[in-house]
């Protein structure tokens, strides 16, 4: 009539009966079938009442109910991850974790998930995902957990993120105790080039800075080799720099290139240095701005042009007379000036010298 154990077969069969002591005896005995079921559940009671309405020739005495427990003899079942591994691309959304257990319980089961220390993503970068407890409820044999994966506009490796089953109540932890999942990238290497192309300073401005960008972070390093060329000579003798290779390290956004001018004292044309990255940079691609173009303005005034001496003498027979002009100072300019006889007492043209007007 009553107890926790379900009868019709789920676990007993003892269907309403009569039992009978013959004349002569004192006991008698009925039986009921116990259902040998594969679910992990609490012991059970099934209650029997005697019904004094239906005795016949006796009286009922003190004992008239009577209460059989039922023992489990069900092993708790094991809960793990329907699967070890899973991908997601990085713009994926959510990739949903199933808990399960092999077969049904009457019990309601938890187990508590957290992320390994062992995983190469970064919570809120890459994911949004806490530790919790999942709950399957009695009956039931599965649930859920949902991964929102993050779409960065970071260049990275495919990264993993692992979930762990720990502390289990009702169950034991099963073969998948973790699950891995993989991030796959989706996003294209930075482009890398100079913050300008072009930059001019005097030549007396004796470091000179030259800034390498890329257009975003990397999780990689980022290198680029690159070249030098222009009017300017180097070796020190107008500038310091040679061909090198400039690099960002992962995370980084910027590198500079630095050479220093030397400030000679030779009056000359403004010149150039150009610095041209490679087509090929290492975990980039080349931008825009692939060379720069340093201009060094000359800060030196043009030398002075004398005669080497202010008089002379060559005798009438000596025929040719030769004057020499010199410079207060080297000049990588070619000097021109003009010049012509405009004095003194001997006669030109021929009849005591001959000296046209020149350059």
Known sequence: TGGTATGSGTDYTLADGTATVTAGATTTTFSGTLVDDALDEVDETVIIDLASATISNATLGATTQHTLTITDNDDPPAIDFTAATGTIAEDGGTHTLTIQIATASAKTITVDYAISASSTTKSGQDYTFSAGTATIAAGATTTTADITVINDLVDEPDQTLIVSLSDPTNSTVGTNSSHTLTITDNDDPPTIAFSSAASSASEATAAVTLTVAQSDTSEYDVSVAYTVSGTATDGGADHDLSAGTSSISA????????????????????????VTLDATPTNATRGTNAAHTYTITDNDDPPTIVFSAGTSTSGEGDGTATFTLSTSAASEKTITVDYSATGGTATGSGTDYTLADGT
């Open 251 to 274: 995370g980084g956004s910027s590198t500079t290139i630095t050479f220093t001018v030397t400030d000679d004292a030779t009056d000359e044309d403004n010149q150039t240095v150009i």
